[in-house]
């Protein structure tokens, strides 16, 4: 089985899940302590924040050095969303670096239109947002120190501590700027139509018209990996739904496909060999491929409409 993303799978599971409203853009780095050349531990002094209840999770294990984007959630101690709360991050190398941050996060919604949500997205569990930081430069592999500050609706601080990124710790994962391998994915044709058997979607979506293999280095590629109705991490329904309401768009610009996660989509018989290709040890994932064959970008976890509608314009631009 996939190892689960951090503390936010298990969360998942089990959340109420938020109103999963509109997506609202991040705060102001000024409403937030300020970094200003010190330690993490003289940023939590200095602030006044007070500890949190409440638990911050992140929604990707994997980053690698350099610029990342960082998905995470925030929920209450009985695993309910919080979607009520501005939160900024705060990065550094070990407990004598300079921080990075503020770092505001936004909050991106997982709804999509009502034509496009499957019952696995809309199900009891199911995430409805996700926070994310857009740019974090994490510019040494490693384990780092990571803290939020929470503002909620009267403007009280407060701090969370999150589990310790390691940069560099899944070096085999594509990379932005790398070929992905030559995979082969089931298509409509190959399973004479019957979509469940390469799909656990329900219903199924139509992003299995084409074999990555034939047309990667011929036309713009969206490729998800996830198992809406095996998730680990609670997010995959969501994300395949937002997946096929941009594809609905973008088609014929680009080719979108959806991979599944484990054979004959059963979770005792393993990974598939598509995802054991990729190394992904999380799901799910969504990678963008150029007409040259070459990855431009890359989304751990979940987003929403406008984050994957805003990374098309790396493959789709104009």
Not at 51 to 64: I, K, Q
Not at 162 to 184: A, M
Not at 203 to 230: N, R, S
Not at 288 to 293: H, M, N, Q, V
Request: charged content about 20%; glycine content about 10%; hydrophobic content about 40%.
């Amino acid at each position: 089985m996939l190892a689960l993303a951090a503390l936010v799978a298990a969360l998942l599971a089990g959340c109420g899940g938020g109103s999963g409203g509109e997506t609202r853009p991040a705060p102001q780095p000024k409403e937030f302590p300020q970094a200003q050349g010190k330690t993490m531990s003289q940023i939590l002094h200095e602030s006044g924040a007070v500890p949190s209840h409440l638990v911050v999770a992140p929604a990707s294990e994997v980053f690698d050095k350099g610029v990342e984007r960082y998905p995470f959630g925030v929920f209450t101690p009985g695993q309910e969303q919080v979607e009520d709360v501005e939160v900024a991050l705060y990065f550094a190398k070990d407990g004598k670096s300079k921080v990075i941050g503020p770092l505001p996060a936004k909050l991106e919604t997982l709804q999509t239109k009502p034509a496009y949500r499957s019952q696995n997205g809309a199900g009891p569990g199911e995430a409805k947002s996700i926070y994310v930081v857009p740019k974090v430069n994490f510019d040494k592999e490693g384990a780092w120190l990571a803290v939020a500050m929470l503002k909620g609706p009267g403007g009280k601080l407060e701090a969370s501590r999150i589990p310790s990124p390691v940069i560099g710790q899944f070096p085999k994962v594509p990379k932005v700027g790398e070929r992905p391998p030559r995979i082969t994915t089931l298509t409509a044709a190959d399973v004479g139509g019957d979509l469940e058997k390469i799909d656990t979607r329900i219903p199924p979506d139509q992003m299995h018209k084409v074999d990555f293999a034939e047309v990667l280095g011929k036309k713009p590629i969206v490729l998800v990996f996830a198992t809406p109705a095996l998730c680990q991490s609670r997010v995959c329904g969501p994300v395949v739904d937002v997946a096929q309401q941009v594809a609905d768009k973008y088609e014929p610009k680009a080719d979108f496909i959806h991979q599944e996660v484990y054979v004959n989509n059963e979770i005792s018989k393993g990974l598939r060999p598509q995802l054991k290709a990729f190394h992904l040890p999380t799901e799910p994932w969504t990678y963008l491929i150029g007409k040259e064959g070459v990855i431009k970008a890359r989304l751990s976890g979940a987003y929403g409409v406008d984050e994957l509608e805003e990374a098309m314009q790396t493959i789709v631009p104009g």
